[in-house]
């Protein structure tokens, strides 16, 4: 009996197996909206992470096919209802390059001020909750005071400060009301500011340095390999942005840079959307100091029925590569509406960035990904 | 910065105390938040609330019974009752009826409308005790929804 080997049970180590699993979510304050992230730790770390999403899901695309291509149009506010801009940009482009409609420049130039707008106003909402979760609420505070007037630019201009049904195919719903040039002037004035202020309150702030450097960190080639976009890609150095590289709408009329980040942390990916903001205000300065007369929309028939074919749309939404797949036979409705959400994919890198770290960092890691929930269940 | 500095720096809190200037500014700008039932927010002309039907001076619809809005709301909240005049050939609207529920203020039916007889107006209040108060007929649609009278 001595020669034989003792079962196996026996020699494992026994701490080790005990693995304990926390559910984190779908009702924690921290993952935005209902994600439920199912972690296997090891003590206080991180052993292994598993993303459960769709308590979300309302099957926006499969409703988009019983729609006809104007009337899915408000549907596509509520895919990330804090940029619903974008998403109306993203999917009336797509209709508008099915059915080959010109697009008159002014309307070009207001859907460039609302949209990048919105970018500022998703930015600000990111910043403030992401300053939240990891402890600093005085910047939520400041950070929704100035979403506000961005709300209320949009609330004059479209009607609706959240779902705005901003566009329609072959330009806007209206034109631009009295006064709009001005408000968005004064806020490009103030805004310059405010940010230097939330830098202010963070960049030098040394538990804000604790817990983003070094916390969540992917390099170029992966980030590329999992498929981020936006500033969650740009944060590692890749320079890549579709309003440069395939540029939409006027956007190749405008001069702005692409920031990017170095180390491909937390703090870099902090950096590279305060930077988003200025140069979004770059960009609504040059929209407004540019604009065009002339029509808001373009003559399009009331019954759409844009020729059988496919054609994918993309454009760089607050988040990052936001396009829509449109298959037409030739009738009144979409044949399928496809939609490659930016969170979608951000959200694949989680795993990656949070073996390793500790519990508390996955809220700072949620945030830094900059997800929305209403996008990834669709 | 020598390593000495920032040592001083580290111990003096002078991070700390940077962005607790901010926040001492800020103290002294006049508040931006509404007490709401009290004071009430400045709802801008174009915005889509409450949805009301147009008549014209003798209190008569402006509804022709087109039934554009029906047909370009995509929730199909809108359900116009017409019948054909034997006579002059054209519709007469018999009913109208506006399903709230469905309702996504999206803007469509009062864009289409060629006559601007039906509106989505800056009204926002709209929260009801009775499920069926939403379902909106021609003379609410006209006269306006009941308001809402809240107890002490």
Redesign the interface.
């Given at each position: 009996m001595s020669n034989t080997a003792p079962p196996a049970a026996a020699t494992a180590p026994i701490l080790k197996e005990d693995v304990m699993v926390l559910n984190m979510g779908p009702q924690h304050p921290s993952t935005h909206g209902v994600l439920r992230v199912i972690l296997k730790l090891d003590g206080e770390k991180i052993v292994d992470l598993d993303c459960d999403i769709g308590y979300l899901h309302r099957g926006i695309e499969k409703i988009a096919e019983n729609r006809s291509y104007t009337g899915a149009a408000p549907y596509m506010d509520r895919l990330d209802y804090i940029a619903a801009v974008s998403n109306n940009l993203a999917y009336v482009g797509a209709v508008e390059k099915l059915a080959g409609v010109q697009v008159p420049p002014k309307a070009q130039h207001v859907r460039v001020i609302l949209t990048e707008l919105t970018r500022i106003a998703s930015h600000l909402l990111w910043l403030g909750t992401h300053a939240m979760d990891i402890g600093a609420l005085t910047v939520f505070l400041y950070c929704f005071r100035e979403r506000e007037d961005i709300l209320n630019i949009l609330e004059m201009t479209t009607g609706a400060r959240l779902t705005t049904n901003a566009f329609r195919v072959g330009g806007l719903a209206a034109d631009i009301p009295d006064g709009f040039v001005e408000k968005t002037r004064a806020f490009c004035d103030l805004i310059g500011g405010r940010i230097d202020e939330y830098e202010g309150l963070l960049s030098a702030n040394r538990i804000w340095l604790s817990r983003t450097r070094g916390i969540g960190v992917i390099n170029a080639g992966d980030a590329v390999a999992i498929g981020l976009s936006g500033p969650s890609l740009r944060g590692s150095g890749v320079k890549w942005d579709l309003r440069k590289a395939q540029p939409y709408e006027a956007y190749s009329k405008f001069e702005f840079d692409i920031p990017t980040g170095a180390n491909g942390d937390t703090y870099d990916r902090y950096l590279v959307r305060l930077e988003e903001m200025r140069q979004a205000k770059r960009i609504i300065l040059q929209a407004l100091d540019g604009m065009p007369e002339g029509d808001f929309r373009a003559k399009v028939p009331r019954v759409l029925k844009p020729p059988a074919g496919e054609v994918y749309h993309s454009i760089e939404a607050p988040k990052g590569e936001l396009g829509f797949y449109l298959v037409s036979d030739g009738s009144a409705n979409p044949y399928r509406v496809r939609i490659k959400g930016p969170s979608f994919f951000n959200l694949q890198a989680m795993r990656r960035l949070c073996i390793g770290h500790f519990v508390a960092d996955v809220v700072a890691i949620i945030g830094t990904l900059d997800i929305v929930l209403g996008e990834i269940d669709r | 910065m020598t390593p000495v500095a920032q040592l001083v720096k580290?111990i003096l809190f002078i991070?700390?105390f940077?962005?607790l200037a901010?926040?001492i500014r800020?103290m002294f700008t006049p508040a931006?938040t509404e007490q709401y039932p009290r004071q009430r927010s400045h709802?801008?002309?174009?915005?889509?609330g409450e949805p009301r039907m147009g008549v014209d001076a003798n209190g008569k619809t402006l509804c022709i019974a087109c039934n554009l809005c029906a047909q370009?709301c995509?929730e199909n909240c809108i359900t116009v009752k017409r019948e054909k005049n034997p006579e002059t050939k054209k519709f007469e609207l018999t009913g109208y009826v506006f399903d709230m529920r469905r309702c996504?203020?999206?803007?469509?039916c009062e864009?289409?409308c060629p006559t601007d007889c039906i509106q989505?107006t800056p009204a926002y209040e709209l929260a009801r005790y009775d499920v069926r108060d939403f379902v909106l007929e021609l003379p609410a649609l006209e006269r306006g929804m009941d308001k809402t009278h809240y107890r002490k």
């Open positions: - | 580290k991070d700390l940077q962005g901010i926040t800020e931006v709802v801008y002309e174009r915005f889509r370009v995509p996504m203020f999206c803007g469509f864009e289409i989505l």
